[in-house]
């Protein structure tokens, strides 16, 4: 769709994965997902785009605190993209929310060939990303996000994330057709969905899972639906089992739902085992 668009000028906004590993010193041991950003970063840049990356990297939950700057990102791009600039914008999300007006966006008149501009960790604003849906300070957070591109484009290609929760993954479609703007589907995430069409075609005949969080359970639920074979297994390994054993809802209705088709760890009665199949 946009192949044949010359984009100088024009705000691209890409939702990526940018959770990748952190030393304690900031080197990034290994860069996989960054570097699935090369096919969209490349698209844009030969067509004069200014990119704006946004993404998380770790979280905050019951207490603790994995999130890291995104600064460390700065030098990895600087160096993989030497031909144009590359900014980094420390302040711009904060506890305090969105922190960075779209005027603000430092565009130089010499960026012929685009630009990049990185926008602190996301997660940063918790509250404020992970607000309850349809409340104040979220909806104008997710909507101010949109504004840093004018009414551009939106191009969502973080796999890995697209079953969180969030404003920047949940509602940033919604804002950007709101502002008039457009919304695709990255290269990463196309080459993805291309690898399940054969799958969930035929119908997938086991799923093993772990892990209990509700961003990753909810989507389970609906793939077992859709896609679980009439003759379908699904494994659940020792921690969403001892959730179970608690009497996890969603996890329960899933196995009244598949009576007979759901497999849990033999040591799920014990809810201290953390052992994770997923």
């Given at each position: 769709a946009l192949a044949d668009r010359d984009l100088k000028g024009v705000r691209v906004l890409i939702r990526s994965n940018l959770n990748v590993p952190m030393t304690g010193d900031g080197d990034i041991p290994d860069a996989t997902r960054l570097k699935e950003l090369d096919p969209i970063i490349k698209f844009l840049l030969a067509r004069k785009a200014d990119i704006i990356l946004l993404g998380h990297n770790g979280r905050l939950e019951d207490g603790k605190d994995s999130r890291k700057s995104l600064r460390r990102l700065l030098e990895y791009f600087q160096l993989r993209f030497h031909k144009v600039h590359v900014t980094f914008y420390e302040k711009s999300i904060t506890g305090e929310g969105l922190q960075l007006k779209p005027e603000k966006l430092v565009i130089h008149e010499l960026d012929e060939g685009g630009s990049?501009?990185?926008?602190?960790?996301v997660r940063f604003a918790d509250k404020f990303e992970n607000g309850k849906a349809?409340?104040?300070e979220?909806?104008?957070?997710?909507?101010?996000?949109?504004?840093?591109?004018?009414?551009g484009i939106l191009i969502v290609d973080a796999f890995g994330d697209?079953?969180?929760?969030?404003?920047?993954?949940?509602?940033?479609?919604?804002?950007?057709?709101?502002?008039?703007?457009?919304?695709?589907?990255?290269?990463?995430?196309?080459?993805?969905?291309?690898?399940?069409?054969?799958?969930?075609?035929?119908g997938i005949d086991l799923i093993i899972f772990g892990g209990v969080k509700s961003d990753k359970i909810e989507?389970?639920?609906?793939?077992?639906?859709?896609?679980?074979?009439?003759?379908?297994?699904?494994l659940l390994g020792s921690a969403p089992s001892a959730a179970l054993g608690m009497g996890y809802s969603l996890l329960k209705n899933l196995v009244k739902d598949n009576l007979g088709r759901v497999l849990t760890a033999v040591d799920y009665s014990n809810s201290q085992n953390t052992f994770d199949i997923g």
């Open positions: 990049i501009h990185i926008l602190q960790n349809g409340r104040g979220r909806d104008a957070f997710g909507r101010g996000l949109a504004e840093l591109t004018k009414g697209i079953g969180s929760k969030g404003a920047s993954i949940e509602d940033l479609p919604r804002h950007f057709k709101n502002m008039g703007g457009e919304v695709y589907a990255g290269p990463s995430m196309v080459k993805e969905f291309e690898k399940f069409g054969p799958v969930l075609e035929q989507p389970l639920v609906k793939i077992v639906d859709h896609t679980l074979s009439p003759d379908g297994r699904i």
